[in-house]
């Protein structure tokens, strides 16, 4: 009898969970695992983390220091279920801000110490604007491991290759989403996934090219994404689709393949290239402004909640 898919694919591909709630954690035994705003405040609203919170809101300076004090506890939790890299990303009101984002993500790795979690365990989460991205290249240089996630296009993957990041995090689902509404009667199955071609596209590059920045997929939308990215170097995975995974037998192709590169990294992109291409790309650009957007409002919910603890 085959195995079931999940177990198959970890032989090929490092799985990350793509959530905070440690239940879930424990039950599939992932490697790393992933948070963003919107899983930060899932996990806070559990009626079982509520006095922490509330201690925590009224211990805090204010609001900024509330929110990195739940995500990093939240972290450090997760961290010691798993052996690899817990992400913790930087507030998206600053995704536009290179000065400020490196001072939250020093803040954080600063908070992770403090709970006995060492820099070498966490990835600083960044969305991929210019202004990120260049912030990212500056916290690797200082030994800080970013994860430049909200990455859409493919002027965004070769900046950040540019930029030495340790990983990056294409949005597979969400590209698809875009290219539905554009095309409500398109078969978008299989390979014919724009969000999975895009993501092959990356991989391809980086290995072709010699870059040794992590490709991780994240944000599907079915088992069918996943299956026809098996291979590639990680792919962060929702509690939903693990677990579908794992009900599921059958045998699993590996569809992404290492290789050697073939030729020199071309020269990096400047500034003005990175904008002028991102413009071109209205998918790109459109998704990216979207989800700061989206982890936006789930931060102000978070917010939100912290200040009325912080009050009781």
């Known amino acids: 009898m085959a195995d079931d898919l999940l177990s198959q694919l970890k032989t090929m591909t490092t799985v990350v969970a793509d959530t905070g709630d440690l239940e879930t954690i424990r039950r599939f035994q992932p490697t790393d695992a992933t948070t963003n705003p919107s899983l930060i405040l899932q996990a806070a609203q559990h009626e079982s983390r509520r006095a922490r919170l509330a201690e925590i809101a009224r211990h805090a300076t204010d609001i900024d220091d509330a929110l990195d004090a739940v995500a990093v506890e939240i972290g450090s939790e997760v961290s010691a279920l798993i052996p690899g890299y817990v992400s913790t990303e930087v507030s998206a009101r600053l995704s536009f801000d290179t000065d400020a984002t490196l001072a939250r993500a020093r803040s954080l790795i600063e908070r992770y110490a403090r709970h006995g979690v060492g820099p070498e365990r966490i990835l600083i989460k960044v969305a991929s604007t210019w202004e990120g991205i260049r912030a990212a290249r500056i916290l690797e240089r200082e030994g800080i491991h970013t994860n430049l996630t909200l990455l859409f296009g493919f002027a965004q993957a070769r900046a950040c290759a540019d ?5 990056v995090s294409p949005f597979v689902g969400r590209i698809l989403d875009w290219h539905k509404a554009q095309e409500p009667d398109a078969d978008f199955s299989g390979d014919r996934d724009p969000g999975v071609q895009s993501v092959r596209r990356i991989y391809e590059h980086f290995k072709g090219h010699g870059y040794d920045t992590i490709v991780m997929g994240a944000s ?20 939903k689709l693990l677990e579908e995974l794992a009900d599921t037998t059958g045998n699993l192709e590996r569809r992404l393949v290492p290789m050697d590169a073939e030729t020199r990294a071309p020269e990096p992109q400047e500034e003005a290239e990175f904008r002028w291409e991102m413009n071109e790309d209205a998918m790109a650009t459109e998704k990216l402004a979207e989800g700061i957007r989206k982890f936006m409002n789930d931060q102000r919910k978070l917010e939100t909640l912290l200040g009325k603890l912080r009050k009781e």
């Open 163 to 167: 930029a030495g990041v340790t990983l």
């Open 220 to 239: 599907f939308r079915n088992v069918g994404e996943i299956i026809a990215l098996a291979g590639c170097d990680r792919l962060t995975i929702s509690p």
